[in-house]
T-cell receptor, first 113, second 114 residues
Framework: DQQVKQNSPSLSVQEGRISILNCDYTNSMFDYFLWYKKYPAEGPTFLISISSIKDKNEDGRFTVFLNKSAKHLSLHIVPSQPGDSAVYFCAASVGGSQGNLIFGKGTKLSVKP | ETGVTQTPRHLVMGMTNKKSLKCEQHLGHNAMYWYKQSAKKPLELMFVYSLEERVENNSVPSRFSPECPNSSHLFLHLHTLQPEDSALYLC?????????????FGPGTRLTVT
């Protein structure tokens, strides 16, 4: 059974608008969450992370929100740009160690000019 | 070369062949990882090495054999694979396994087993 779920395989957004990518998890022991971005023919690249002691972390156009009671996190991209088109993976770990990451299946974001 | 490199980028092999995947990191990291990404499945962690010692082995079949000769190099030796082993194999590294550091991924090797 999947511990990290990204229920939307794809998302299409207009350039300049907000992109919201969602992720749900089942393991209440997870205490560190990350988002990775992957372009075709490249490996995933780290985007942003959040510890369970926070409910929000912001880095430029990217903000991650964590709702521990709902076991839900989301990635907001504002404003969306065509270069943001990629597959986004949510990942989680236990004990603050990034060594053992559990990944979701990914959401493919398409930002249309 | 910078970051994490993987060779070959594409590999086609028969079920009776023996081949090896190579990963090299130029980041001075102490931990290296092998992941498998199958179609429509999440990334699955296969092996972890920390300071050249294996620290994690997630029930991977013995037809996959990792080797870490030093902290910069990681190999995945393949023998008598099955068609269902066809996948993207990703290597990653991080500063340290036991503390919180992001992982840096290579571009992957696309493996097809015929």
């Amino acid at each position: 059974d999947q511990q990290v779920k990204q229920n939307s395989p794809s998302l299409s957004v207009q350039e300049g608008r907000i992109s919201i990518l969602n992720c749900d998890y089942t393991n209440s022991m997870f205490d560190y969450f990350l988002w990775y971005k992957k372009y075709p023919a490249e490996g995933p690249t780290f985007l942003i992370s959040i510890s369970s002691i926070k409910d929000k972390n912001e880095d430029g156009r990217f903000t991650v929100f964590l709702n521990k009671s709902a076991k839900h996190l989301s990635l907001h991209i504002v404003p969306s740009q065509p270069g943001d088109s990629a597959v986004y993976f949510c990942a989680a770990s236990v004990g603050g160690s990034q060594g053992n990451l559990i990944f979701g299946k990914g959401t493919k974001l398409s930002v249309k000019p | 070369e910078t970051g994490v490199t993987q060779t070959p980028r594409h590999l086609v092999m028969g079920m009776t062949n023996k081949k090896s995947l190579k990963c090299e990191q130029h980041l001075g990291h102490n931990a290296m990882y092998w992941y498998k990404q199958s179609a429509k499945k999440p990334l699955e962690l296969m092996f972890v090495y920390s300071l050249e010692e294996r620290v994690e082995n997630n029930s991977v079949p013995s037809r996959f054999s990792p080797e870490c000769p030093n902290s910069s190099h990681l190999f995945l030796h393949l023998h008598t694979l099955q068609p269902e082993d066809s996948a993207l194999y990703l290597c990653a590294s991080s500063q340290d396994f036991f503390r919180g550091y992001e992982q840096y991924f290579g571009p992957g090797t696309r493996l097809t087993v015929t």
